[in-house]
């Protein structure tokens, strides 16, 4: 590993010169069909950049589950950094959140100016505190439905996605067999 790093190509990132670093940002783009990806040094830097994009009102809200990584471990960073309030609901056993209990805390935009407007509904995938589960492709689309339905952006904290990954090939392989 020491020898990789002493002899790999580096350069100035901020610029766009360091070759390894856009080679990775490529690759993970062309991995989950995006047009552009951006390496950070940490899950929690790439999830605060997130719901600051999404919530690019400051005051805006995020639903998000109650044991989800974001609210739980990273240092209140979207409301203290990002300006971003988290609403939070109960995270079921499995990682999930009740849909309709999602559907009921989406505050309306053309609503009150006595409360925050929700602008983004995050997941994580796979679920740490729910012992690393993966969130289903159908359960993930239907809160996707959710948010497009009420104009919301989605976001999946994804610092585990090639545990998801293979844990749902693995899951897929199974059921098969």
């Given at each position: 590993m020491?020898e990789?790093m002493c002899s790999?190509?580096?350069?100035d990132?901020i ?7 856009r080679r ?8 989950f ?10 899950g ?12 690019d ?10 044991t ?5 471990y990273e240092n ?5 950094i ?8 109960r995270?079921?056993e ?11 805390a989406?505050?309306d935009?053309?609503?009150s100016?006595f409360?925050?407007?929700?602008r983004l509904?995050?997941?994580?995938n796979t679920h740490?505190n729910s012992?690393?589960?993966c969130?289903s ?6 809160v ?8 919301l952006?989605?976001h999946?904290?994804?610092?585990r996605i090639?545990?998801?990954s ?5 899951l897929?392989c199974?059921s098969r067999?």
């Amino acid at each position: 590993m020491r020898e990789a790093m002493c002899s790999a190509e580096v350069d100035d990132d901020i610029l766009g010169y360091d070759p390894i670093a856009r080679r990775l940002e490529e690759e993970m783009a062309k991995m989950f069909g995006k047009e552009a990806a951006l390496f950070v040094p940490s899950g929690t830097m790439g999830n605060l950049i997130c719901v600051m994009v999404h919530c690019d009102v400051r005051g805006s809200e995020v639903i998000l589950g109650d044991t989800c990584h974001i609210h739980v471990y990273e240092n209140g960073g979207i409301s203290t950094i990002g300006g971003v309030h988290p609403k939070t609901i109960r995270n079921e056993e499995d990682g999930t959140m009740d849909l309709m209990a999602i559907e009921a805390a989406i505050r309306d935009p053309k609503g009150s100016t006595f409360y925050p407007s929700t602008r983004l509904i995050c997941l994580e995938n796979t679920h740490a505190n729910s012992g690393g589960r993966c969130l289903s492709a159908e359960y993930t689309d239907r809160v996707g439905e959710i948010a497009k339905r009420h104009g919301l952006k989605l976001h999946i904290d994804g610092a585990r996605i090639f545990n998801a990954s293979t844990l749902d090939n693995t899951l897929l392989c199974m059921s098969r067999c």
